[in-house]
């Protein structure tokens, strides 16, 4: 009887540390390129007064930085999973994990290089004050994270953070 209790303890605990792991995924997988997309198309990175030629040149920009980012994230999704597989190998080759590991570096260089330049035709685009307000709001520093916080810094999906703000999704 004591083994049977003690049992379903654990299957309990198992259960509901399950559901919340699988809800902590869910809602990453929730923050999508659209959603990233409704945030910052519709605040352009919380600077109010851009021409509408301004917002047209930065929705480009954006969508060829993301076709761009998006391939070069899943590669490095991909070396990801493959330095994992060789990690939990029942014998683990250090020269191959570490060549792994320098190409995962390289990609996230790579990727901070394209988010830089990005950052810095979006600013180019600007006027002095509008770069004032670009810099002090971090101009796209959160936006290619993987939880996506820029304009709706501290809001868990980018749909929520619009609505918050006051702003439609659609």
Not at 132 to 150: L, P, R, S, T
């Amino acid at each position: 009887m004591k083994k049977l209790s003690i049992f379903l303890i654990a299957s309990i605990l198992a259960i509901v540390m399950g559901n919340n792991v699988y809800s902590q995924a869910k809602e990453q997988k929730e923050v999508s390129v659209d959603n990233m997309l409704c945030c910052h198309e519709k605040t352009y990175f919380g600077i109010d007064n851009l021409t509408d030629e301004q917002k047209k040149k930065i929705d480009k920009l954006q969508i060829e930085h993301l076709k761009e980012v998006n391939k070069t994230r899943a590669l490095l999704k991909e070396k990801q999973a493959h330095l994992h597989t060789l990690q939990v190998a029942d014998k683990p080759d250090n020269n191959e994990i570490n060549k792994t590991i320098d190409e995962i570096t390289s990609i996230k260089n790579n990727l901070m290089k394209k988010h830089e330049a990005y950052r810095q035709s979006v600013r180019a685009l600007l006027t002095d004050e509008q770069k004032v307000i670009f810099d002090a709001k971090g101009g796209c520093q959160g936006m290619h994270n993987h939880k996506y916080e820029g304009c709706c810094r501290g809001n868990k999906n980018m749909k929520g953070g619009c609505q918050k703000q006051g702003k439609s999704c659609h």
